[in-house]
């Protein structure tokens, strides 16, 4: 399994609106239509954000429910289903929360805080031993948020005390205005500290993301892609997320690597141990 990449799809986010970009998928029918699209072009993983009627972002369990639901309507679709359990979402970590009694096989935790442009990304210890303790609860994977390099380290903390488990699926969130910048010196400091019982993947935000999630892939990480991250394609070109999939695809398999099935990335990432 050592030459295989499994692809993450985020498609939607809590930032990105139609205004930004006409592509990005609000409604659970929208979202699910997307993933199956991308799944058939390789997605392993398919990090779920959520909206209301409005298009604002919600962690509501029922809208959760619902694009679960609309996945269901492609039965051979056997994407892995990470939801989203970020602070944008939800006021409280029980409203943040409040989906993973769906149980879905991956979540995402983050575990620390940081800034975003316009507000601070609270996660202080009780959140997160909260959302911890409800994926351990409902059997879900987390994967860790590594927004700030604080976090990759208080994730290594967190699972010797045992309150997440080992092995780690890690991923590293560069070019958030407010937190780690997209760079390679960032990457690679992060990429030394790694624990050796993990697996780890990389999310680049804004005009390195090509060059960094290659850099990524030749270092033996993951990689996810999707309009939660990037709206643009390239300067002044909206993409999609099949077109930002299928480049990180080609770009995979021009390494000489293989894309890993759903399967095979459930054995990577030891989902269901």
Same mark, same amino acid.
């Given at each position: 399994? #050592? ?5 993450? +799809? ?10 930004? &970009? ?6 659970? @029918? ?9 799944? /058939? =072009? ?9 909206? *209301? ?12 429910? !619902?694009? +679960?639901?609309? %996945? *269901?309507?492609?039965?051979? $679709? ?12 939800? #006021?409280?970590?029980?409203? /943040?929360? !409040?989906?993973?009694? %769906?149980?879905? =096989? ?11 442009? @316009? ?9 997160? $031993?909260? %959302?911890?303790?409800?994926?351990? #609860? ?15 380290? &208080?994730?290594? !903390? ?6 997440? *488990? ?31 019982? $993990? ?28 309009? =939660? *991250? ?10 999609? &997320?099949?077109?930002? +999939? ?17 399967? =095979? ?9």
């Amino acid at each position: 399994m #050592k030459n295989k990449v499994i692809l993450t +799809l985020a498609p939607t986010g809590n930032v990105p609106t139609k205004e930004m &970009n006409p592509n990005v998928p609000i409604t659970p @029918a929208e979202i699910a239509a997307q993933i199956y699209q991308c799944w /058939r =072009e390789g997605a392993a993983v398919a990090h779920i954000h959520t909206r *209301d009627q409005a298009g604002l972002p919600t962690s509501d369990v029922e809208v959760n429910r !619902q694009v +679960l639901a609309e %996945l *269901d309507k492609y039965p051979d $679709c056997d994407i892995i289903r990470q939801l989203s359990t970020g602070g944008r979402a939800g #006021k409280s970590y029980t409203e /943040r929360g !409040q989906m993973l009694c %769906l149980g879905p =096989e991956m979540a995402s935790l983050a575990t620390g805080s940081s800034n975003f442009p @316009a507000k601070a990304n609270l996660n202080d210890p009780e959140t997160i $031993c909260y %959302l911890a303790g409800e994926m351990k #609860k409902y059997g879900v994977k987390p994967e860790v948020e590594v927004f700030d390099s604080a976090m990759l380290f &208080n994730a290594i !903390q967190l699972a010797d005390k045992g309150v997440i *488990d080992w092995p780690l699926q890690i991923n590293f969130v560069l070019g958030v205005p407010g937190s780690l910048p997209a760079s390679f010196k960032n990457l690679f400091f992060l990429y030394e500290q790694l624990p050796d019982n $993990c697996t780890w993947s990389i999310t680049a935000v804004g005009r390195e993301h090509v060059e960094l999630s290659t850099m990524a892939l030749a270092l033996g990480g993951n990689v996810r892609v999707g309009l =939660e *991250d990037n709206v643009f394609y390239s300067r002044g070109v909206l993409a999609t &997320n099949l077109s930002l +999939l299928k480049r990180m695809k080609a770009i995979t398999l021009a390494m000489g690597k293989e894309i890993a099935s759903p399967a =095979e990335a459930r054995q990577i990432l030891a989902l269901g141990k």
